[in-house]
């Protein structure tokens, strides 16, 4: 899956982010909408659609749309 | 009221998503048993069942009116019921409902019971800090009452059921302070907050939502399987799916993992919230007004959480 897709299946979940809004670098944490529901949106998405546990340590060191990407299965 | 209270901090997606429009708090002055005793008053005015008949109670809560005696012994008398019945307290969240009915289901088979009076509750809300917006918009307080019987020569029954537990994940729901590892101080009520701005402390309800959806996730459609398998069913044979209503969020993955059809998988937040052990019945009650439960359908019901604690069954009704 390349970044653009990811980003653009992340904006589908975070249905307060219009799309195009999210880019590579963007801190998450910093968006209006950032709250306990997007993260547990994000845990959900990985393991849903690509499979992947995501623990609650390793969302908190992550800081930008990249650094979730990085959580993706290589 | 909370969406007015809470505009600034929860967006509306959020309460959207978590599925609860109103919920139900208990009068924080009167013990958590009351809804359970307040349920079984109910029970018996509506179905003209006789105290005389019960041969044992069972009170799921984690809610006792005293350290000693036991909650269910309290109840017994208060219900006016016989003096030669069996009682039983279970300290059981999500998970207590369908851990009871194998109980009740248990001892009518071994014990010879006749019939089984089941009673939850749940006041959780005494517990969750004002602060905490993530818990104040899930959960709401319930009591139910079942009568749980025998019948002979019926295809109706409570079926095999499947067990889970992981009590490494038990501070993941947690109420620190306040029983025997450690009496409530002045230490227990220091706010704490976590990376999202809820306040909690060691006196009020602290949940790790991450971690729960994880666990519910991985472990739920697993025990769908396993229970499905045991009972020798598959999905196609099961009318409805009553799972425990943690929040329609959480739910949706289940039943996304699992591969449920939605017109199968059962709804019931709404106007209650989660209402923790008294989830279950209260949907079934639900269902069955609504007509999705009838005679002859076959329900699927699994209870999970706090514990970890996760348990399943199928009723044919």
């Given at each position: 899956m390349t970044i653009e897709e990811f980003i653009s299946r992340i904006e589908s979940v975070f249905e307060d982010e219009q799309p195009g809004s999210l880019q590579p670098d963007t801190e998450f944490r910093n968006l209006e909408s950032w709250s306990s529901m997007y993260a547990l949106i994000i845990v959900a998405l990985f393991e849903t659609d690509f499979k992947t546990t995501v623990t609650g340590d390793q969302l908190r060191k992550c800081n930008t749309v990249q650094d979730l990407y990085q959580l993706l299965p290589k | 009221m909370l969406m007015q209270e809470f505009g600034d901090k929860v967006s509306p997606t959020v309460f959207e998503k978590v599925g609860v429009k109103e919920r139900h708090i208990s009068d924080t002055a009167q013990p958590g048993s009351l809804l359970a005793l307040q349920a079984a008053e109910k029970l018996f005015a509506e179905h003209s069942i006789e105290r005389n008949e019960i041969d044992a109670l069972i009170y799921c809560s984690f809610h006792h009116d005293?350290?000693?005696?036991?909650?269910?012994?309290?109840?017994?008398?208060?219900?006016?019921?016989?003096?030669?019945?069996?009682?039983?307290?279970?300290?059981?969240?999500?998970?207590?409902?369908?851990?009871?009915?194998?109980?009740?289901?248990?001892?009518?088979?071994?014990?010879?019971?006749?019939?089984?009076?089941?009673?939850?509750?749940?006041?959780?809300?005494?517990?969750?800090?004002?602060?905490?917006h993530a818990s104040r918009i899930i959960f709401g307080d319930a009591g139910s009452a079942t009568l749980v019987g025998q019948e002979e020569n019926t295809e109706k029954g409570i079926r095999d059921f499947v067990f889970g537990t992981d009590g490494s994940g038990f501070e993941k729901i947690i109420i620190r302070h306040?029983?025997?590892?450690?009496?409530?101080?002045?230490?227990?009520?220091?706010?704490?907050?976590?990376?999202?701005?809820?306040?909690?402390?060691?006196?009020?309800?602290?949940?790790?939502?991450?971690?729960?959806?994880?666990?519910?996730?991985?472990?739920?459609?697993?025990?769908i399987d396993d229970t499905l398998r045991k009972n020798n069913l598959s999905k196609s044979d099961i009318d409805l799916f009553v799972l425990h209503q943690a929040n329609n969020f959480m739910n949706e993955q289940v039943r996304k993992i699992a591969g449920i059809e939605k017109e199968k998988f059962y709804s019931h937040i709404e106007n209650y919230g989660n209402t923790v052990q008294a989830s279950i019945p209260i949907a079934l009650k639900a269902?069955?007004?609504?007509?999705?439960?009838?005679?002859?359908?076959?329900?699927?019901?699994?209870?999970?959480?706090?514990?970890?604690?996760?348990?399943?069954?199928?009723?044919?009704?």
């Open positions: - | 005293y350290i000693i005696p036991s909650t269910s012994c309290v109840l017994q008398h208060k219900l006016g019921l016989n003096e030669n019945i069996a009682t039983y307290d279970l300290t059981f969240g999500c998970s207590g409902y369908v851990y009871a009915l194998s109980l009740a289901k248990s001892i009518i088979q071994s014990l010879g019971f006749k019939k089984v009076m089941l009673l939850t509750s749940t006041a959780l809300t005494k517990f969750i800090h004002p602060h905490d306040g029983a025997d590892s450690k009496k409530v101080s002045e230490e227990s009520l220091l706010e704490k907050k976590d990376e999202y701005g809820n306040v909690y402390s060691d006196a009020h309800l602290f949940m790790d939502g991450q971690g729960v959806l994880t666990f519910t996730m991985k472990k739920i459609p697993v025990l269902a069955i007004a609504e007509g999705k439960i009838k005679s002859g359908s076959k329900i699927f019901v699994a209870g999970f959480g706090v514990g970890l604690s996760w348990c399943a069954t199928v009723i044919n009704f």
